[in-house]
C-alpha cells in the first residue's frame, strides 16, 4: 500500500511519496494499470518468482487510509504482518528510508487511521522528506510539491526500492544498506 491523496492535484506533493514509489514498481515489473476494486481501493498485481505482489492506493484521502487497508486484509484475507505500507516521514532526512514491522505513528495521520483500524502489526516502508523549514506548518509542508532537487533525490531512492523490491520480503536490512549505505551514515 503507497499512501497519498487522489486526484492530481496532489499528485507532486511530498504526502504522496507512497503512491510514487507504488506506480514505479508497478511500471518496473510491467503489471497492468491500476483497477478499482472498491470505493476505497485500487490494486494493480504482479508475480515474483512463486508470490504474487498486489500493489494498491487508496482512494480515501490520507487521513481514511486505514479504510482501504482493511477493506484489502479482508477482500486478500491476509494478515496485518504481510501488509508494507510506504509512506512519507518528516522525521527522517530526505532520501532516507527505514523499514521496520510495529511501532507507532509518528504523528502521520494515515499511520493513525491504519493503527485505528487494524493495529500495527503490519510493515511500514518510511520514506524521508526532511522537516519543513522553520515557521512553516506541518500540513503546508506535507501537502506542497517536491522541489525539482528534492524529486532527484527521491527518484534515485525509489529507483533503488523498485530494483531491489524482492529484498522487502526476504532481507529489509539488505534493502536499507542499499539504499543509505553506512559510509552515507555519517
Sequence with gaps: MGLGNPGSRY????????????????????????????????????????????????????????????????????????????????????????????????GHNGIKSIDALIGNNYWRVRMGIGRPPENFSVSSYVLGDFSEDEENVLQDVFYKISENISLLFSDCKKLESILFPPKLQQ
Design 11 to 106: 499528485e507532486c506533493n511530498r504526502h504522496n511519496a507512497g503512491f510514487k514509489i507504488i506506480e514505479l514498481v508497478a511500471a518496473t515489473n510491467v503489471v497492468s494499470s491500476f483497477k478499482k476494486i472498491a470505493a476505497t481501493v485500487e490494486v494493480s498485481s504482479f508475480y515474483m518468482n512463486s508470490l504474487k505482489i498486489t500493489l494498491a492506493k487508496p482512494l480515501t484521502f490520507m487521513n481514511l487510509s486505514g479504510q482501504a487497508v482493511r477493506f484489502l486484509m479482508d477482500f486478500y484475507k491476509i494478515l496485518p504482518e504481510k501488509i508494507y505500507v510506504f509512506h512519507d516521514d518528516i522525521d527522517l532526512q530526505l532520501g532516507r528510508v527505514k523499514i521496520k514491522n510495529g511501532g507507532g505513528s509518528g
